[in-house]
């Protein structure tokens, strides 16, 4: 079982490394550039992995911090939001660095907060 909690959390890594990621491809195909799906497929693959590692938690063995997986999740929301209200539209000014600052929230609250 635990190898299935690691392959999660090795998803769950690419998942945000793909957001990361977004930032830049968002910046790079210019201003005019409507919003890119990709901020839409890496917020869902965060959402399942992570709803998957906190219902296998009774059978891995590990005991999550309930308070900050809703924090996360409710970051995530918001992120998720944004996207879905502004996708495939030309994103206000703020909307690429927004997210981006919401994608480092949440990796500062999985490191910092134990
Ligand atoms: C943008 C969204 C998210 C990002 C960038 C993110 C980032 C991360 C990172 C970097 C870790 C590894 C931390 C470490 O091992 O010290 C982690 C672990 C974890 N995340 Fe997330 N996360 C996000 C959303 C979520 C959501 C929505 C949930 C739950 C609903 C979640 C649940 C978890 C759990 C349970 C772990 C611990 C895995 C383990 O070590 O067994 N994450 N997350």
């Known amino acids: ?22 930032f830049f491809v968002q910046r790079r195909a210019g201003a005019d550039a409507p919003l890119n799906k990709g901020w839409l497929h890496g917020s869902a693959l965060q959402l399942l992995t992570g709803i998957a590692l906190v219902a296998l938690s009774p059978l891995t063995d590990k005991d999550y911090n309930h ?11 918001v992120i998720g939001g944004i996207v879905a209200l502004n996708l495939n539209k030309k994103p206000a000014a703020w909307i690429t660095p927004g997210l981006a600052g919401l994608v480092v929230l949440n990796v500062a609250i999985a490191v910092f907060w134990t």
């Open 1 to 22: 079982m635990d190898f299935v909690r690691l392959l999660l959390v090795f998803l769950h890594l690419l998942g945000m490394g793909m957001l990361i990621a977004m």
């Open 67 to 77: 308070v900050k997986i809703g924090v996360k999740l409710l970051v995530l929301v």
